[in-house]
């Protein structure tokens, strides 16, 4: 696996890794609140990336990336789109595929609504998504139970936090983790300042218009047993983009990645390979 820093919005130092060929297609996969690039470790250390370069990175405030301590470094479109498009421009990425995850699709939203989809070969939406804050159904956002919501990881108190994360992790996934997965799992989420949890999520974003004009293929994936990202959030987001596609895996949470990464990475291989075959 090679590692980079790359310089993103607002010269924030963001921690990039990638793996497989340097010429092959490019996927970009980016990870979720409070998470990691770790979080895609399954994708970059198997078969996938036999065949793509997988690349990953650490959001703004998480992981090894910078963490600036002003609320304002998380809270502005414009910022996490540029994150994305020093990525690819710095690692000179031609018509990669994005792929987020949960809040990591609100930021390959932010990419489309700031610089479009004309860099993109297609895009990957999973346990996301397209209105958030005050733009959110407050019906469907009552729904979600206090695990999820998960406020303990706002709090200074290291222990309360540690306890909401536990709880937290444990609601992302449909079949109990292994210790080992769980505790790996906490710690990734652990190495997110408090600070940077609260301000990444206070936002008011509604991305269906810039949806509505994405040309390029999109794939919508949703775990059966989702718990974080509920269905009609999920139906919300295939209803905003014309003719995207959508698949739902029986027995899978909100990190279908992480517990059916066979059929995960075998659809997104098709997905991918058939744009590039297309493109060709």
């Avoid at 924030?12 to 979720?32: F, I, K």
Wanted: hydrophobic residues 45%; aromatic residues 8%.
């Amino acid at each position: 696996m090679r590692h980079h820093r790359v310089r993103g919005g607002g010269g924030v130092g963001l921690h990039v890794v990638d793996a497989g060929p340097r010429d092959a297609p490019a996927l970009v996969l980016v990870h979720g609140w409070s998470q990691h690039y770790l979080s895609w470790a399954k994708q970059l250390a198997g078969p996938l990336a036999q065949r793509f370069r997988v690349v990953a990175f650490d959001l703004r405030g998480h992981g090894a990336s910078d963490k600036p301590e002003a609320p304002e470094a998380y809270q502005t479109s414009r910022l996490w789109a540029e994150d994305v498009a020093a990525v690819i421009t710095s690692l000179a990425l031609a018509r990669p595929v994005l792929v987020g995850w949960s809040m990591g699709g609100w930021v390959v939203q932010d990419y489309l609504r700031h610089f479009g989809p004309g860099a993109l070969g297609g895009v990957v939406f999973t346990g996301t998504s397209p209105r958030i804050g005050r733009h959110a159904d407050p019906a469907v956002v009552a729904m979600r139970k206090p695990d999820v919501r998960a406020e303990g990881m706002y709090s200074e108190d290291q222990g309360r936090q540690a306890e909401a994360a536990i709880a937290f992790v444990k609601a992302c996934v449909a079949s109990p983790l292994s210790k080992r997965d769980l505790a790996y799992m906490v710690g990734l989420n652990m190495l997110t300042p408090p600070g940077v949890r609260r301000a990444a999520r206070m936002r008011d974003e509604d991305w269906r218009r810039d949806l509505a004009r994405l040309e390029v293929p999109a794939l919508v994936i949703q775990g059966a047993a989702e718990r974080v990202c509920l269905k009609p959030m999920f139906e919300d987001m295939v209803a905003a983009i014309p003719g995207a596609r959508s698949v739902i895996y029986p027995g899978a949470g909100h990190a279908p990645f992480w517990e059916t990464p066979e059929r995960f990475d075998a659809d997104l291989a098709d997905f991918a390979a058939e744009l590039h075959e297309g493109a060709a």
